[in-house]
């Protein structure tokens, strides 16, 4: 008899450890009887394990244990078409966890994490691709307030220089709105993976895009068309300062010549009036005394004459030129 007491409690030790199992913080248990999940009492909904030590029925109950927490989805970015024909790189990432435990574990074969986010992406990548599909570039790269460009071109300058070059050519930009949807579709495609997800037993928590590249094919197009497109207001700018240049040479060269012409005209009234009151003097002085007003002038006309002693005049000495010089020859002898 004591011999069978010490193998029927070392079986019933056995028996007893294989009857409890722990679920860990962060986790949830469920227990599989020959292949199927066990139910809570009357009803369809699986019964679920919290952390803590439980029991089961050995051999013939399995535990599978599966993670409560909020998981990331993070993989590959993956290529989309937009609405203009364009293919787009878009780098997203999911929080997903598990919301009905029983189901996940049948959706995914046995809980298999993999399995879960491989049929999660898939959902996620279908509802994406269609929002993108119906969105342009410009849409779907900007945020969710909608962007504007000045409506003059003083708003438009950041710094000193900008400002006074844009002081001298002032114009209006055209305005062009753009209806930032990124936000919405992030909104959307999370609202729509949600419903979908159900079916697996997972709660969507949150939907990202993370990063919104283009191909490298067509990025550097992309890069070249921008290009242009600044030059090409480069250029307006540039036309529009030359035009105002030319506009500011213009009226400072008529200013030029207003005050050259007021200046010049002023100075022929000032040198007319000199030259009357001189020949004024020259009358008066010719009337008070002819005779030595004529000598006097003959002396200025010979200082003129014999400047210098190179000079040589070939004249009658009988001319009227030398009548002074000739009366003082007379006077002398």
């Not at 227990?31 to 909904?45: A, S, W």
């Not at 400072?252 to 100075?267: F, Y």
């Amino acid at each position: 008899m004591r011999k069978l007491i010490i193998p029927v409690v070392v079986i019933f030790i056995a028996l007893l450890l294989m009857s409890m199992f722990v679920v860990k913080e962060g986790e949830r248990g469920i227990v599989v009887r020959f292949g199927r999940i066990l139910k809570d009492n009357n009803t369809e909904v699986a019964r679920i394990y919290e952390p803590g030590l439980h029991f089961k029925v050995p051999v013939f109950d399995r535990v599978h244990d599966l993670d409560a927490r909020i998981q990331t989805m993070d993989d590959q970015a993956d290529r989309f078409l937009t609405a203009e024909k364009k293919d787009v790189i878009i780098d997203t990432y999911v929080k997903w966890r598990i919301k009905d435990f029983g189901k996940y574990y049948l959706a995914t074969g046995g809980g298999n994490t993999s399995t879960a986010e491989s049929l999660l992406k898939r959902k996620v990548v279908d509802s994406l691709r269609a929002e993108i599909g119906a969105k342009e570039i410009k849409q779907i790269v900007s945020g969710e307030d909608s962007i504007s460009t000045p409506t003059t071109s003083s708003d438009i300058a950041q710094t000193k220089a900008a400002k006074a070059a844009l002081a001298v050519i002032e114009g209006v930009v055209p305005v062009k709105k753009v209806e930032g949807q990124r936000d919405q579709i992030m909104a959307d495609v999370l609202e729509e993976t949600r419903e979908s997800a159900k079916d697996l037993g997972i709660e969507v928590v949150d939907f990202r895009i993370k990063k919104i590249n283009l191909p490298d094919e067509i990025s550097e197009s992309i890069y070249r068309r921008m290009r242009a497109e600044r030059e090409s207001v480069a250029r307006s700018y540039r036309s529009q300062g030359r035009q105002r240049a030319e506009e500011l040479r213009a009226r400072s060269e008529l200013e030029v010549a207003t005050v050259l012409a007021n200046a010049k005209r002023k100075a022929q009234v000032v040198r007319g009036d000199a030259d009357a009151k001189a020949a004024e003097i020259y009358a008066k002085a010719y009337n008070q005394d002819p005779e030595f007003y004529s000598f006097w002038r003959s002396l200025k006309a010979y200082e003129t004459s014999f400047n210098s002693k190179n000079d040589i005049l070939v004249i009658d000495p009988n001319n009227e030129f030398f009548k002074y010089m000739n009366h003082s020859e007379l006077s002398a002898k």
